[in-house]
């Protein structure tokens, strides 16, 4: 039985298990990580909005916490709590950050942290 090498062609059976693996493990992670990033595109667009308001520089730090908050719970946005939002407010100027992270467990006890700030300034100090 002699094959020469240019017929011996394919791969072994351990090695398309590794190849399968490999694609099942950045598959896991890429379905783990897309919604994190998509629930993050809601806090900035909720930011975004928020700063477009015409009259954002009028109401007190209660209503603006309370229109964030109004606007994470239509877009199912449960990462950011209320002690995430900072409001800092003096006469017309007005800067709001939020700065949360989020945990998501990947397989067994590794988990994925990841950590995001936004902010923006309305008026001058």
Not at 33 to 39: A, E, Q, R, S, T
């Amino acid at each position: 039985m002699n094959l020469s090498a240019q017929r011996q062609q394919g791969l072994t059976l351990i090695s398309l298990v590794f190849v399968l693996g490999l694609i099942g493990f950045f598959v896991l992670l890429t379905l783990k990580i897309v919604p994190i990033y998509l629930d993050h595109g809601k806090v900035q667009s909720a930011l975004a909005a928020l700063k477009e308001m015409p009259d954002i520089q009028t109401l007190s730090e209660p209503e603006i916490r309370e229109s964030l908050t109004k606007r994470f719970n239509i877009n199912y946005v449960y990462d950011v709590t209320k002690d995430e939002i900072k409001v800092i407010k003096h006469g017309d100027y007005l800067k709001v950050d939020i700065e949360y992270e989020t945990v998501v467990k990947l397989v067994a006890n590794l988990s994925l942290l990841a950590e995001f700030h936004d902010s923006f300034e309305v008026g001058q100090e």
